[in-house]
């Protein structure tokens, strides 16, 4: 069901797709990548404590090789951060390197899209990428809202890129600095 205020804000809800294949043994369908908790925000409700003072650890070729013999080829990557936009030279990198040596599956970045331009251009990089913005930050839920020239061209660029951008839940949990 698309709830009225995803389709209001233009955006709507993201859905994992089912896989129409059988995971292989030792393959895995989905891996969860959480590369540190640098971000430009400062939510209460991050449950990685992200922040502008967080850490932050490039993806390698080591890590690199461990998510090809994880992955199934067909599998998704699910990029978390911090905020995936401030690692994008290595997240663009990734996805070459990962597309080179045979990886099909599809990249989901979950961003709070304030770095509009740097987003649009991962997505530009990989045609199976795709992004779930912040619910909160999209509509000023608890959060600061993101600014007015991001969010017009992150809409723009949904309007004309079905499948591209989708909003997350609005759902708030009970968790980050909030809870201290
Ligand atoms: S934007 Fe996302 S990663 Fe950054 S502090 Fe907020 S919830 Fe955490």
Request: aromatic share 10%.
């Amino acid at each position: 069901m698309i709830d009225e205020n995803h389709t209001a804000l233009g955006f709507p809800p993201f859905t994992d797709e089912k896989p129409s294949w059988e995971p292989g043994e030792g393959r895995l369908p989905e891996i969860h990548l959480y590369f540190g908790s640098r971000c430009n925000r400062e939510c209460d409700f991050c449950v990685v404590f992200g922040s502008p003072r967080g850490w932050l650890a490039e993806v390698d070729e080591e890590l690199l090789e461990a998510l090809l013999g994880l992955l199934h080829p067909q599998a998704q990557l699910k990029i978390y951060g911090g905020e995936p936009t401030l690692l994008s030279a290595n997240l663009r990198w990734v996805f070459a390197e990962l597309r080179r040596r045979g990886f099909a599956g599809r990249f989901t970045l979950f961003s709070n899209g304030i770095q509009s331009a740097r987003l649009l251009e991962l997505l530009e990089a990989d045609d199976r990428t795709c992004c779930v913005l912040n619910y909160s930050i999209l509509t000023g839920t608890q959060a600061e809202r993101i600014p007015p020239t991001a969010l017009r061209q992150l809409t723009e660029y949904a309007r004309r890129h079905p499948g591209r951008l989708f909003a997350g839940h609005a759902d708030l949990v009970e968790v980050g600095r909030a809870q201290q």
